[in-house]
């Protein structure tokens, strides 16, 4: 079956460090999203790629790194300068960057931190 | 800046009733998605809106697209529990989408 697999599904992080957040896809999609949701609230985008090895910040950048080394492979960085990270985190694809194709999403990863 | 408005953010209905859900947008696009959220869940697509005057239909639900307006609703007809979830608009900009602020929907036996 084709689709977006995140794990872990639950994630705990103590104070200070840095947790990194698994995303994959074989829908054989360019374009992959990061994207953050807060209870109650809609979504906000981290990072985005529309390529291989090619990734832009998204609107909240500040504290998340990510790379694109694989084509179906997009894993998002909490650092531990992200002061806030308790959130629910989902993985979106897209056949191309831009909003002509649509997204699908991952079931999301929610990560608290201790 | 494209903004993407949505429409009651709370609506609590009763069971058989009808309701719209609206989502305004600021800039000019042809198309616009329409996702359901389940409490703790991912978001499933619902609707892909691909032009202008464009009406989708699933069940109990009707998505309807006017882009000179800048508007889509989003039509319940004869409400079911079921249907409770938090419902985003989406429209495409250069290299991604602006999401609405959901409208989280609550339909009362």
């Known amino acids: 079956d084709g689709g977006i697999t995140q794990s872990p599904k639950y994630l705990f992080r103590k104070e200070g460090q840095n947790v990194t957040l698994s995303c994959e896809q074989n829908?054989?999609?360019?374009?992959m999203y990061w994207y953050r949701q807060d209870p109650g609230q809609g979504l906000r985008l981290i990072y985005y790629?529309?390529?291989?090895?090619?990734?832009q910040k998204g609107d909240i950048a500040e504290g998340y790194s990510v790379s694109r080394e694989k084509k179906e492979s997009f894993p998002l960085t909490v650092t531990s300068a992200q002061k806030n990270p308790t959130a629910f985190y989902l993985c979106?694809?897209?056949?191309?960057?831009?909003?002509?194709?649509?997204?699908?999403f991952g079931p999301g990863t929610r990560l608290t931190v201790l | 800046e494209l903004k993407v408005e949505q429409n009651p953010l709370f609506l609590s209905m009763q069971e058989g009733k009808n309701y719209t859900i609206y989502c305004n947008y600021s800039?000019?696009?042809?198309?616009l998605y329409w996702y359901r959220q389940d409490p703790g869940k991912s978001l499933e697509s619902l609707f892909v809106?691909?032009?202008?005057?464009a009406v989708k239909q699933e069940g109990r639900l009707m998505a309807s697209l006017d882009t000179k307006a800048r508007l889509s609703t989003l039509h319940i007809t004869a409400a079911v529990h079921d249907l409770s979830a938090t419902y985003f608009c989406?429209?495409?900009?250069?290299?991604?989408?602006?999401f609405g602020t959901g409208t989280r929907l609550k339909v009362l036996a």
């Open positions: 800039t000019t696009s042809d198309r």
């Open positions: 979106a694809s897209s056949i191309l960057a831009g909003g002509f194709n649509e997204q699908f």
């Open positions: 809106l691909l032009s202008n005057g």
């Open positions: 829908l054989n999609h360019d374009a």
């Open positions: 989406a429209v495409p900009g250069t290299y991604k989408y602006i």
């Open positions: 790629s529309q390529i291989v090895n090619d990734f």
